[in-house]
């Protein structure tokens, strides 16, 4: 039976099963490195998401920790944090990946992941614990292949997914390649394959193959799913110095699936590859089907510091990590207070996302099968999400230049969408366009095919609502629901006309005000308030109408004429009888002289 266990005990070890904290002391570690007999040939890396080390403060003081390899020249480890910091009781996980330089020797080498701590604070030498390592089997070798793997809509666009790579070794299956940005080149050893992508967790194409010496193969994996795409940031500059004022992120969101609940967007921040700051800028109750681009406004919780910045957008499906987009970099420079510039900036440009995508976090999710409604992204106050959250643009203080949709200041609670993507240069919108209100009790809908033309007859290229800065008084016979909203740009004209919904609070009614005498009002220059044909949803509280120009929009309640208009009233009858009987007078008298 003692030999039995023995057996079985080593079984495990050589099979990779995770290592328990069998090191003992003040510091330990288990994971998957342990026992990873990996072949892999020269001028190559290795790794993925089953290959990590666990390392756990056992002791009762902060301990900096430094992870590290020993092994041969030109074989190492890349560690995804080599240092970090544990409270007591504390526990970090470290992926890993073993690099192989163009000149290693090929040969069979034990190569060891290392981990060694010191109390926080202590100068090098000063208190190290007792190192920890785990052992791999590594062989090397001099013929190689290659395999490269993208993941793409039916359209050709690129998909930011999971991608990993795994290759058929005595009998055991070992992650060779991984990626989060949905594209992996990997140079691999001649052998059997199998590729998979992976979209909330869940695998949504898979691939195996056998490779042979020289070989490059190409992998396209087309997929029907929900995915973030062509992520830009355009910075925003005061004046003509090199400060910066906001940032305006863009982004799609495409689904080519079907519909699901409770869908979130996150903007994820971070600082010099430190996280900074996150924030809700999208919540949709049902995500339907299409593709959506959408905006933020951006400007750091703490103010822009000398740095490099990364963007990202994140999609959350009942609270749960579904995708996520590549990152865009923007880089601050020296800003106010620590040493303005006096360089003149380049114009404004848009800076695409790029590959370099933090390693995100597998989790069962919802099927991909979800859709998005067309809608431009609305930009609610900011909510807060972990760190605080980020601010909305500045109020437009007449020293900000603009590259955004033309705009030449920030205006408070602005919503605005870029479509020049979505309409064609004569002015037909080619998909339909949603545009929602900060406060998300005013929205525009446009349907494909309409024609969206400027006020010089040229084709729409944005879009925006706002609460209106000097609204115009409503009728004397209306009441007020809400506020004023100011759709523009202003001029625009459409054909067929679009839709326009006020949302209101029941609240805001008054005891003789009744969902059916509400009404939409649109502003005419000449004319003046102009009611528009009208339909209440009461359930929902939102009342819809058409227009086929943009001005000011108001929801409103009619009221009863009130008892100040009696005097004129009276005398308006007055009159009429008086002339009535006038008239009666000059028959009678001429009928007698009849």
Do not use: C
């Amino acid at each position: 039976m003692f030999v039995l266990l023995i057996l079985l005990i080593s079984a495990a070890y050589y099979i990779g099963v995770p290592e328990a904290r069998a090191q003992g002391g003040r510091i330990a570690a288990s994971g998957t490195f342990s026992g990873w007999q990996l072949e892999i040939p020269q001028g190559s890396e290795a790794g993925g998401l089953d290959r990590f080390l666990v390392v756990f403060n056992n002791s009762g003081e902060i301990l900096d920790f430094t992870a590290g390899s020993q092994g041969p020249a030109g074989i190492g480890i890349e560690f995804s944090e080599p240092v970090f910091t544990l409270e007591p009781g504390g526990q970090k996980r470290l992926s890993v990946a073993v690099i192989v330089s163009e000149d290693a020797v090929p040969g069979i080498y034990d190569l060891r992941a290392t981990v060694t701590a010191r109390a926080s604070g202590a100068a090098s030498g000063v208190g190290v614990s007792t190192g920890i390592a785990q052992k791999a089997r590594v062989t090397v070798i001099g013929d190689s292949a290659v395999v490269d793997i993208s993941v793409v809509s039916p359209q050709g666009q690129p998909v930011v997914a999971d991608v990993r790579l795994f290759r058929e070794f005595l009998e055991r299956k070992n992650e060779v390649g991984y990626s989060g940005t949905g594209s992996l080149e990997s140079r691999v050893s001649p052998g059997d394959y199998t590729a998979s992508a992976y979209v909330g967790g869940e695998s949504i194409a898979e691939e195996s193959f056998s490779i042979s010496v020289d070989e490059i193969k190409e992998i396209e994996f087309v997929v029907r799913t929900v995915f973030i795409s062509d992520v830009t940031v355009t910075p925003h500059y005061r004046g003509s110095t090199t400060e910066l004022s906001f940032v305006t992120m863009t982004y799609s969101l495409n689904n080519l699936g079907s519909p699901a609940t409770a869908a979130e967007v996150i903007l994820k921040v971070s600082k010099d590859n430190v996280p900074l700051e996150e924030a809700s800028i999208l919540t949709l109750d049902t995500l339907e089907i299409g593709a959506t681009r959408g905006s933020h406004n951006y400007i750091p919780q703490a103010g822009w510091v000398a740095g490099s910045y990364r963007l990202a957008a994140a999609l959350l499906i009942e609270g749960r990590p579904y995708t996520s987009s590549l990152e865009a970099e923007i880089t601050a420079g020296p800003q106010r207070g620590g040493g303005l510039s006096t360089e003149t900036p380049a114009p404004p440009t848009a800076i695409a996302a790029t590959a370099a995508l933090p390693t995100p976090t597998l989790a069962p999710t919802p099927s991909p099968n979800t859709k998005l409604e067309p809608t431009s992204i609305p930009e609610p106050k900011p909510e807060s999400r972990g760190n605080p959250a980020a601010k909305a643009a500045p109020s437009g203080t007449g020293d900000e230049t603009s590259s955004s949709v033309g705009l030449s200041s920030v205006v408070p609670g602005l919503s605005i969408t870029d479509i020049s993507s979505r309409v064609s240069e004569l002015g037909v919108v080619q998909e339909k366009v949603v545009l929602v209100s900060l406060d998300r009790l005013a929205t525009l809908e446009i349907s494909e095919g309409t024609l969206a033309l400027g006020a010089e007859g040229q084709a729409l290229t944005a879009l925006e609502i706002r609460p209106a800065v000097q609204p115009i008084p409503l009728p004397k016979d209306t009441s007020l629901i809400g506020v004023v909203y100011e759709f523009g740009p202003s001029g625009a004209t459409f054909s067929p006309p679009v839709s326009v919904s006020l949302g209101y609070a029941p609240a805001e009614l008054s005891a003789g005000d009744a969902a059916e005498d509400l009404m939409v009002l649109r502003y005419d220059n000449s004319q003046g308030w102009l009611p528009l044909e009208t339909s209440v949803d009461a359930a929902n509280a939102v009342a819809g109408a058409r227009t086929s120009h943009f001005s000011q929009f108001a929801l409103a309640a009619l009221q009863p004429s009130s008892s100040s208009d009696l005097p004129m009233i009276v005398g308006v009858i007055g009159a009429a009888a008086a002339v009535v009987l006038v008239i009666a007078f000059a028959v009678r008298f001429r009928s007698r002289q009849v």
